[in-house]
């Protein structure tokens, strides 16, 4: 059992289990009980599909669908009387194509496209296909908690002796490894958008390239580690583990920090409650694990704590 649906144009967030961050508009751009827009013959709501999907059931989407396409899917979201943790999922299939950031913060589930996926595309990487015709994505996250049994497509690899998993399509992807409490290693061999890092627990997620808003937001634990430079925000309501940013933060660094450590050098406007502390000799031996560098490159680095005092 499941739902099919024809969609005539494409609509945002089609089961999106945030329904548009629903907590920050409060029904004002998106209502849960509303029936999605231009379906063909159908009147299934929003909420519907979500629904549907957590029953273990297959979605099957009749044309194109528009951005956020199963955003933070498989997350047993607390505000909606969760758990906070990952649940199991249904499949979606898409015959048509699908917008920007498909499978943002995407923590369970396969979804199948026939057509094309607009980038930046959400935590998800490709895998062997079992259905013709069709593209098969699964969660990056539940690819590193040992959850997908699919085998990857080059030119990504996964090192199972060393639980390591490099990225290296070019893609642009957002909310990388979010909700990751896998003791994994995710090296991305490029840039990166929006939130990589978000609510991940454990772990370590280096970024050989630039990333774009919020990296780190929500950090909980691991560590992530920015090559280059990042958008604004990063950091943002950090609540432990360690963020480290080779480049420049572009500004509003730390907004509403609560725990971690965050390391920059190459400087950013920190806001309070962060505040600047002296590093010591485990923090250089922290940075020249992480970095792979020496001390004397450890020592340009300058750290931000919250002072809890």
């Known amino acids: ?19 548009n961050f629903y907590w920050q508009h409060q029904g004002k751009e998106l209502d849960p009980d509303a029936t999605v827009p231009s379906q063909k013959g159908t009147d299934y709501t929003y909420r519907d599909l979500v629904t549907s999907m957590r029953r273990k059931e297959t979605l099957r989407i009749n044309g194109n669908v528009g951005k956020r396409f199963c955003s933070n899917a498989g997350a047993d979201l607390r505000y909606f009387g969760g758990t906070g943790g990952i649940i199991e999922l249904g499949t979606a299939i898409v015959d048509g194509n699908a917008g920007t950031r498909m ?17 930046p595309m959400g935590n998800i990487i490709e895998v062997e296909s079992d259905m013709a015709g069709f593209r098969k994505f699964r969660s990056i996250t539940e690819f590193l908690h040992g959850g997908v049994p699919d085998r990857l497509l080059l030119p990504n690899t996964f090192d ?27 090296i991305v061999k490029g840039d990166v958008d929006l939130s990589v890092g978000m609510l991940m627990k454990n772990g370590v997620l280096r970024v050989c390239g630039n990333a774009g808003m919020n990296a780190g937001t929500l950090l909980a634990g691991g560590s992530v580690i920015i090559e280059g430079n990042t958008g604004e925000f990063a950091a943002a309501d950090m609540r432990g ?18 725990g971690g450590m965050l390391f920059l050098k190459g400087g950013g406007a920190v806001l309070p409650p962060a505040k600047k502390v002296a590093t010591n000799g485990a923090d250089y031996r922290l940075l020249m694990r992480l970095l792979r560098t020496n001390q004397i490159e450890a020592m340009m680095y300058t750290k931000y704590v919250v002072n809890r005092a």
Not at 103 to 119: C, D, F, K, R
Request: charged residues 20%; glycine residues 12%.
């Open 103 to 119: 499978g943002m913060g995407l923590a369970s589930g396969s979804i199948y496209v026939s057509g094309t996926v607009a980038e």
């Open 160 to 186: 199972e002796k060393t639980q390591t998993l490099t990225l290296n399509n070019s893609v642009l992807r957002d909310t990388i490894a979010a909700r990751c409490s896998a003791d994994c290693t995710v």
């Open 241 to 258: 583990g360690v963020l480290i940013v080779k480049g420049k933060s572009k500004g509003f660094v730390g907004g509403k920090m609560r």
């Open 1 to 19: 059992m499941g739902i099919e649906i024809t969609f005539t144009s494409p609509e945002k967030c089609v089961c999106d289990f945030t329904y």
